[in-house]
């Protein structure tokens, strides 16, 4: 009864049922969409790190790599006050919140600025688990993939997060790529 009650809610709530029963697939035009509508806030309250499988050893996969770089430097930049990393061990054996977190924190991060949301093992799980870490009305800037971000933020206004309090950051799209020896220099955070 609880799972018809679940598929019930999602599919008279959400706009566009392809993320509930079908596999997710990507639309460049969406993909295309979304970035060239932003309007990007001056300072967010925290970074959203959505969740990506570490490598079968642990270590931060090509993908966690890509998020964390790009909310490091946005960290860096003082443009968000915390980074929130979200993941469980969906895919591997790691907690994919802790790999990032950790990685984040080597890269210069303050511990006291990095959440960790262990238990996601979806993104509805990775938005609905870190939005309970927020206090009402913050604002929030959400990184992954720029295939990921039109899902992501169907699923963030699902669970109530609006673009007044919201904006979308493809890491893939922020250049230059991942590099261990842009973290190497001290970092600069300027108060946003």
């Given at each position: 009864?609880?799972?018809?009650?679940?598929?019930?809610?999602?599919?008279?709530?959400?706009?566009?049922?392809?993320?509930?029963?079908?596999?997710?697939?990507?639309?460049?035009?969406?993909?295309?969409?979304?970035?060239?509508?932003?309007?990007?806030?001056?300072?967010?309250?925290?970074?959203?790190?959505?969740?990506?499988?570490?490598l079968?050893?642990?270590t931060?996969?090509?993908?966690?790599?890509?998020?964390?770089?790009?909310?490091?430097?946005?960290?860096?930049?003082?443009?968000?006050?915390?980074?929130?990393?979200?993941?469980?061990?969906?895919?591997?054996?790691?907690?994919?919140?802790?790999?990032?977190?950790?990685?984040?924190?080597?890269?210069?991060?303050?511990?006291?600025?990095?959440?960790?949301?262990?238990?996601?093992?979806?993104?509805?799980?990775?938005?609905?688990?870190?939005?309970?870490?927020?206090?009402?009305?913050e604002?929030?800037?959400?990184?992954?993939?720029?295939?990921?971000?039109?899902?992501?933020?169907?699923?963030?206004?699902?669970?109530?997060?609006?673009?007044?309090?919201?904006?979308?950051?493809?890491?893939?799209?922020?250049?230059?790529?991942?590099s261990?020896?842009?973290?190497?220099?001290?970092?600069?955070?300027?108060?946003g």
């Open positions: 009864m609880k799972r018809a009650l679940l598929v019930l809610l999602l599919a008279s709530g959400c706009t566009d049922l392809r993320d509930v029963f079908r596999p997710y697939a990507k639309h460049p035009e969406e993909v295309e969409a979304l970035l060239a509508e932003e309007t990007p806030l001056p300072h967010y309250d925290a970074a959203l790190v959505l969740g990506c499988p570490a079968p050893d642990g931060p996969s090509p993908c966690e790599r890509c998020r964390v770089k790009s909310a490091v430097r946005q960290y860096r930049r003082g443009h968000v006050g915390r980074i929130i990393f979200s993941g469980g061990a969906a895919h591997s054996p790691a907690v994919e919140a802790d790999v990032m977190g950790d990685l984040a924190v080597r890269r210069g991060v303050p511990a006291a600025d990095v959440v960790r949301e262990g238990r996601a093992l979806t993104t509805w799980q990775n938005v609905r688990f870190s939005l309970r870490l927020l206090h009402p009305g604002t929030v800037l959400v990184i992954s993939t720029a295939d990921h971000l039109p899902r992501a933020r169907r699923i963030a206004r699902f669970w109530g997060l609006d673009d007044a309090h919201a904006r979308y950051f493809a890491c893939d799209r922020d250049l230059p790529m991942d261990d020896a842009e973290f190497a220099q001290p970092p600069t955070k300027t108060n």
